[in-house]
């Protein structure tokens, strides 16, 4: 028995692994290239250069490499979207392309969920094990890193970072680029502190969490001096720490980014 459904629409070229199973009303693209034990469910379209992990399943509704929403841009015969492995892409996902602007390129890393009417713009980034909940939508160029997940409704502004491990509530709109481990909430969004259950359930040691909490209250809400001189005084003081130095160094790259970073509520 054939795994593609006698409906599915495949053009001339598409690369689909054997064991990949292809349902009812799939249009895939002539430059598409779909891995093993993928599973386009039913009324999947996959567009232009997509590649597909091994692994990923695909629901119905989602249309994966159309595009970019970036005008001038929407028909580039470069442009690609490379999708990692064991992923879930549930109905109506949508996950556009790259520009010129950043090599015509669109990364999502694997083992990431990606719930109904979830939109990953034209140049980002995702990376590894993300969880992006109902209708959690990032504008172009945003970078996710491992581990974070973005609440949902939430929206986050083009060209912004999320840290690996980083929380987004539900509802949040994300201006700023937030820190790894860090929490935000509110509708236009807050750093109201660290994810510290994310950090115990992903297997930190209690003195990393308690360091980590010190460094934090240190270089966000101290009374000492200002946030950029409690800033220049972590580097020195939080030398020969690596989990902190990460925030450290984030927040460095945030200030001479075109985001700047999210600081702690009053």
């Known amino acids: 028995m054939s795994n593609i459904h006698p409906t599915a629409v495949i053009e001339d070229g598409a690369q689909i692994a054997a064991s990949a199973k292809i349902g009812p009303f799939c249009v895939i693209g002539s430059k598409a290239k779909i891995g093993e034990n993928v599973q386009l469910i039913a009324h999947v379209t996959i567009m232009n250069d997509t590649t597909i992990g091994d692994g990923t399943i695909v629901f119905p509704g989602a249309v994966l490499g159309g595009g970019p929403q970036d005008h001038g841009n929407e028909f580039q015969p470069e442009a690609k979207l490379v999708i990692g492995k064991n992923n879930i892409i549930r109905e109506n996902v949508t996950m556009q392309c790259g520009t010129p602007k ?148 984030f927040i460095d790259d945030a200030l001479k980014g075109r985001r700047n970073i999210m600081t702690a509520e009053a």
């Open 102 to 249: 950043e090599h015509f390129t669109t990364t999502v890393g694997d083992n990431g969920m990606f719930m109904v009417n979830c939109h990953v713009a034209h140049d980002c980034v995702v990376g590894n094990n993300v969880i992006m909940t109902n209708n959690a939508v990032i504008g172009g160029h945003v970078r996710v890193g491992d581990g974070a997940i973005l609440g949902g409704n939430c929206a986050v502004h083009q060209f912004c970072r999320i840290g690996r491990k980083a929380m987004v509530g539900g509802m949040s709109g994300v201006a700023r680029d937030v820190i790894p481990f860090g929490i935000v909430t509110g509708d236009r969004g807050k750093l109201r502190g660290l994810n510290l259950i994310g950090l115990k359930r992903s297997g930190f040691a209690p003195e990393e969490v308690k360091a980590m909490t010190r460094a934090y209250m240190y270089i966000f809400k101290s009374a000492e001096g200002n946030f950029e001189s409690r800033l220049a005084k972590a580097h020195e003081k939080y030398k020969d720490d690596a989990l902190i130095m990460e925030m450290v160094e």
